[in-house]
Structures are given as C-alpha cells and as structure tokens.
C-alpha cells in the first residue's frame, strides 16, 4: 500500500534496497523483472520500518548463497503462492467481504492498483505516477486513473473560478448563475465520444463537430446508434440554451441537429 510494486517486485527485494539522498529522504531500490530493469522511487517511514523488521527476521535464516534476499525462507526465496495463501486467511480472518457479505479475497495487485489510484486523487500528475509505477507509457499509467467524483468535482469549480468566468463578466448574478449551471451540466457541445466545455462567451469554436461539416467526412449504417445518441443529446442543449435565452447557442447546436438529421436520413434511405 506504501510502495505500488508488483509481487515478483517485492519478493526479490535486496537487504539493501533501502538508500537515502543527500537530504535524508528514503528511496527504495528494487528488480522489475517484468521491464527488466532496475528502478528506485521515493518511499516513507513506514517502509523503512517494515525492511528493518523484516531483516532481524531474515537474519536468522541462512543464506549459503549469499544472494541476500529480503524475503527469503529456509528452503529458499519466498515464493507468490505462500502470499497469496496468507491473504486468503486475512480475507477469512478479519473477515473481508463483498457487497453480498461473501468472503473476497484480493490479490496482491490491486495493492499496486490502490496506489495508483490514490496518487491520481491526491493530484499527482499522471507523468509522476506512470515514473513512480515504473510503466514504459502513459497508456498504462491511465489504467488506474479512476477520478473519484469529489476529485472530479473540486477540479472542475476550481477551472470554472480560474479559467472560465473571472474575466468575462463583473456581473456577480450572471456569474452565479452561469456557474451553477456549468456544475450542474459539464458540458457545453455534445460529442459522439464525450462533451466539449467550450463556453459560449469564448466565441465561436472553429473545432466543434468539424468532422460533421468536412467533405471527407464519410460514416456507414454501422455508426447510426452513436450518431442518433449524439443528436438525441444535441436536441436537449437546443431546448435548454432556447429557454436561456441563447439565442447564439440555440443557433449553433440546430445546426449541428440539421446537419445529423442529414447524415442519418442518408444512412436510412441508402439501400
């Protein structure tokens, strides 16, 4: 929970695998079989504390081969199955259960994906995060991106007070109101794989649904479920911008509603 390593990570830690930088801050050092390569990040008291109690107990294990292994039994190195035994018998003991008040029992990498998690959470950016796992590419840092909702929620106002409404108006209420109801909404221009928050005081977007415009735009039957989502979408930001009184959104999304109308009656009627 402290550290995010894999089980084949942990298993083969060194005795030495704790070093300290010229500030005294602790780094743990250890294999990453599965990149093979060595990797070292930043680690806490409680890591520090948990490899010196584990080297009074392998201490007193012999180690003919002198590989110093931080896990290491009388018959040799530690192995995963005895690991995942003993988190069976937790799961058991405490016990931990599923929403269903069965028994779960957990593996050792969900630890790693707790960690990821909650760095994402706390802000850690991803390039940190995807550094601190050891992972050759974003792609498999984003695997264990999963934003909580208050994480969402706090980033989102605090870009609505920075980014959005202090410049544009000193009217307190339009402020208020137009805040609210981006909190409310999160989104300004339906896309077909997600929302836009373009604001509509930003002018116009040159981007929005480009594709749907461009003469090289080209579909097929097999997208109509995606392409009616979107219009259906599109219809309810025409009417919600209509009783604002947007006059210049209203116009802007009855376009886009026009021009799937288009799309998806050629769709239709082509045979």
Known sequence: MNVGMRASEVLSL????????????????????????EHHVPTNQDV????????????????????????????GLLQYQRVTAELRKL?????????SGKVYYFNFHQFRHTVGTNMINAGAPVTSVQKYLGH?????????AHIHDQTL???FEKVIKDRLFDHYSTDQDEIISEKEWFKHNLYKNALPNGYCLHHPKQGACPHANVCLTCPKFTTSKAFIPVLSQQLKMTKKLVEDAKNRGWDREAEHQTNIVLRLNEILAGLENHS
């Open 14 to 37: 060194k005795e030495d695998c704790i070093s300290y930088d010229k500030d005294g801050s602790a780094w743990i050092r250890y294999y990453m079989p599965k990149m093979c390569k």
């Open 91 to 99: 799961s058991n003991r405490v016990p931990i259960t599923d929403s």
């Open 136 to 144: 050759e590419s974003p792609e498999m840092t984003m695997v264990y």
């Open 48 to 75: 520090v504390e948990a490899v010196k109690n584990q080297l009074s107990l392998a201490a007193e294990i012999p180690d003919p081969k002198q590989e110093r292994y931080l896990f290491r039994t009388r018959k």
């Open 153 to 155: 929620k706090e980033d």
